[in-house]
């Protein structure tokens, strides 16, 4: 049997349809190789450096001030108690290691490894805030942290997050956080006051994701039975605490997360064992659900009540590529 090669010129990534399109010089699905940086070759994709925490610490979610400091939220490995780590130049190829910025002295209200992070600018006196959620069993606070002199205090309760899968998300858009906690959603305005429940979603429906979209946000949800398969969107104006501007529906369980990319709005749903990408044919209200075709991730999976499929957390968007985790049961890591 004699040997052939071919010679293949051009190579165009990930672009084809399906495993069997016929494209030259053109995957399906690849793992481990770069396909972005350069169109005439494969490079094996970087390899994530490890950083060490802090001794006798975990740490679970990070945040970026407007200087590039890093800030990281953790635990203590004994007692468990809220640790902000930092490093200063986390902006740099070689950032270096973190160091411990404060361990918090409540011994009630303790780490979670659910818990976000997130750099906040108010009006205040000392107006850099770190903010972050905290508790244990049924009672979940979100606290703050002032960052010129390490104090710590409590913001206010969020009282959504009872229930096993109910997760805390907080975004930072129009100046503002947002905090997702179950039915609700919470609000930080710029002045530094909370108002628990600035947003309550219909029965039986929990806040998973919120984006903004012009002048109001998109807020992706699910039914509190997590096992409907289906998934649900609402045209939020900021403004009133319970009507919707509109909503759509997405012939899917499992909702992960929802994200303006290239004003293309990209929902990723996850469930038994499958993923897959759905657009919205606009960004307004009245938009219809169009699921992408032959975008199907296998191996998922299962969802567990600590460590969701994908989390928005983990969702970022670099040189014109949209980065994301994902959970699998063959290889978890970060997907493009």
């Known amino acids: 049997m004699t040997d052939k090669t071919k010679i293949i010129n051009i190579f165009y990534g990930g672009m084809i349809r399906d495993d069997k399109g016929g494209s030259l010089g053109a995957f399906s699905n690849v793992e481990e190789v770069d396909i972005f940086t350069n169109k005439d070759y494969i490079q094996a994709e970087q ?8 001794s006798g610490t975990e740490l679970y979610s990070f945040t970026a001030d407007e ?9 203590e490995t004994t007692g468990g108690k809220v640790v902000i780590a930092s490093v200063s130049s986390g902006g740099s190829d070689n950032p270096g290691s973190f160091s411990t910025l404060f361990t918090s002295s409540d011994s009630t209200n303790l780490a979670t ?20 959620v905290a508790g244990s069993g049924s009672t979940w606070k979100l606290k703050r942290l002032r960052i010129d002199n390490t104090t710590e205090s409590e913001v206010g309760t969020l009282s959504g997050l009872g229930s096993s899968f109910n997760r805390p998300i907080i975004k930072r858009f129009f100046g503002e956080l947002y905090i997702l906690h179950g039915q609700y959603i919470a609000r930080v ?30 807020v992706l ?10 998934s649900y969107g ?11 501007d509109d909503q759509f529906t997405i012939p899917m369980g499992g909702p992960q997360w929802i994200y ?17 990408f759905f657009q919205l044919s606009s960004p307004n209200p009245g938009a219809q659900v169009i699921e992408l075709p032959n975008r199907i991730l296998r191996n998922i999976a299962d969802e567990e009540s600590d460590f969701p499929i994908s989390s928005p957390t983990i969702l970022s968007q670099k040189d014109g ?7 699998k049961k063959d290889k978890t890591g970060i997907s493009a």
């Open 47 to 54: 390899i994530m450096d490890l950083d060490t925490a802090p």
């Open 67 to 75: 200087n590039g400091t890093v800030y990281a939220y953790g635990k």
């Open 113 to 132: 490894i659910l818990s976000p992070i997130q750099f906040h600018k108010t009006s205040e006196t000392g107006n850099n805030f770190l903010y972050y």
């Open 189 to 218: 305005d710029d002045d530094g006051v909370f108002t628990e429940k600035a947003f309550t979603l219909p029965n039986s429906m929990v806040a998973i994701d919120i984006i903004p979209v012009s002048d109001i946000a998109i």
């Open 221 to 230: 949800a699910r039914n509190s039975n997590r096992f409907v398969n289906e």
């Open 234 to 244: 609402y045209w939020w104006d900021l403004e009133s605490s319970f009507q919707f």
């Open 260 to 276: 303006n990319f290239r004003e293309k709005i990209i929902v990723f749903c996850a469930i038994n064992g499958i993923g897959k």
């Open 321 to 327: 590529v949209l980065y994301f985790g994902v959970y």
